[in-house]
């Protein structure tokens, strides 16, 4: 099967997207930016590879009859399985490069104790984080990185209490192997570890030995695809540093137009909202950009200034949307520059404002600032589409509503629960038609 990838570097998360000859998306993946680009790249098409199997999984086992499982509990079975497996060995390569750091670093502990420490770190964090992937479990992100770092602060603390020796030692050599981590290239056996995961969930009685006959037959038949990576196009923030020839690249304005419009043919505006920047695009009916604005030199009002404040505030940055919804006073923010609004914010406690209204007070900001975007774009034209990350966001979304309400009347919001995708998504077709031309 002939198989067109897009890949978007943003500044703070990359995504791919696997596309077919029909030019129907099969697959997307999503992993955090870092400093090898290279990797990220990989990783991301990794995982848009991945999904596209359990897409084509999925397409398999609603031919099926007689199972007792619904198709969406089978594929939600076998990918917690999966990922499991994926979250093991990344594990295990943190614990490798901890004990590295652990004997190459000066530290006062005995070295044996610190060994110690860290075997009944690891030990306690492979229990803890595996119940992140049992039935009915919820997980904040999928992120190695976010996951392995909100438990290994709390058990490591308990593990040097215990051995009384300095917790901070063992968050240092934490520090210094997560980052190393993130960059190893994966190395996924697509067949074996779906077989392993499929024979884990047998093991742990998640499935029914009549149907794991059925289940077995459809995996084997998806596997035994060929994914060919016909062509890939790079795209987004730090597109300049990817692993591809200058004909493989195109302009993030170029592919969230048509990404925007393969979702939503009658768009005709595009707003994006992304980690560094804010494009306000206007595209025709073939998905074609005539004319677009950004932000200019800063990334005040983007994702990263959602970053800022949450850290500021000491939330996770998923929790701003959900708290400014509970607002019931407006307030005006001033600046939504990343230097001031911290002080800003801070002032605005100190006087005994609600945090709920403030943070709802800087969507607002944001939102206005996007707007004066959109405005010099060429104004907002029916329908827009809301894209890039911010269009999660409850909160952001909210507040676009009442401001082109009130500055262009009742005119149609697309927002596409896959919207972080919509770039990858444009360089995917863009992959599709260099092949077609």
């Known amino acids: 099967m002939k198989c067109f990838i897009g890949i978007d570097l943003g500044s703070t998360t990359t995504k791919a997207v696997v596309m077919d000859d029909t030019g129907t998306p099969l697959g997307h993946g999503i992993t955090n930016s870092r400093s090898n680009y290279d990797t990220a790249a990989l990783v991301a098409k990794t995982e848009a590879l991945i999904s596209a199997r ?14 007792s499982l619904s198709t969406d509990d089978t594929i939600d079975m076998l990918e917690r399985h999966f990922r499991l497996a994926q979250f093991l060995v990344q594990l295990k390569n943190l614990q490798t490069l901890c004990d590295e750091k652990a004997a190459e670093g000066n530290y006062k502990e005995d070295p044996a104790t610190l060994g110690k420490a860290l075997d009944g770190t690891f030990a306690s964090l492979q229990v803890e984080l595996s119940k992140l992937f049992e039935p009915g479990a919820e997980r904040k992100s999928d992120f190695f990185r976010d996951l392995a ?4 602060m709390e058990v490591a603390e308990a593990e040097a209490d ?3 020796i300095n917790s901070d030692t063992l968050i240092n050599i934490y520090d210094k192997s997560i980052i190393e981590v993130e960059n190893i290239p994966p190395e996924v056996d697509m067949s074996g570890t779906f077989m392993a995961a499929l024979d884990s969930t047998l093991n742990a009685d998640e499935i029914q030995t009549t149907d ?8 084997t038949k998806v596997l035994d695809i060929e994914l060919e990576e016909t062509y890939v196009v790079g795209t987004g923030y730090g597109r300049a540093r990817l692993p591809f020839p200058k004909e493989h690249i195109r302009s993030e304005i170029l592919c969230h137009g048509l990404g925007a419009h393969l979702m939503y043919p009658k768009t005709r505006t595009v707003l994006d909202i992304g980690g560094q920047d804010t494009k306000g695009i206007q595209i025709d009916e073939s998905g074609i950009v005539v004319n677009f604005q950004m932000n200019d030199r800063c990334a005040a009002g983007c994702g990263r200034y959602l970053g800022y404040i949450a850290d500021e505030m000491q ?25 001031f609004a911290g002080a800003e914010l801070r002032d605005r406690l100190s006087l005994g404002e ?18 004066s975007i959109l405005s010099r774009s060429g104004g907002v034209d029916n329908e827009l589409t809301f894209t890039g990350g911010v269009a999660k966001n409850e909160a952001a979304v909210k507040e676009l509503r009442i401001l082109v309400q ?14 972080i995708y919509t770039g990858a ?5 863009f992959a599709r038609r260099a092949v077609e031309a």
Do not use: W
């Not at 770092?149 to 290994?152: A, L």
């Not at 794991?212 to 995996?219: D, E, P, R």
């Not at 996770?316 to 923010?333: F, N, Q, R, Y």
């Not at 709920?356 to 600032?369: K, N, T, V």
């Open 54 to 67: 359990l897409v084509l999984l999925r397409q398999e086992l609603d031919k099926s009859s007689g199972l």
């Open 315 to 339: 939330l996770g940055l998923h929790e701003l949307g959900p708290l400014a919804m509970k607002s019931t006073k407006k307030v005006s923010i001033n600046s939504t520059c990343t230097v």
């Open 212 to 219: 794991f006959g059925q289940v077995q037959s459809a995996l």
């Open 354 to 371: 609600k945090r709920e209204d403030i943070i709802a007070g800087l969507h607002r900001a944001i939102i206005l600032r996007s707007m």
């Open 149 to 152: 770092g909100t438990v290994y």
């Open 162 to 164: 215990k051995l009384k």
């Open 406 to 419: 009130e500055n262009y009347g009742d005119l149609k919001i697309n927002i596409d629960p896959d919207s």
């Open 425 to 429: 998504l444009g360089a995917a077709e």
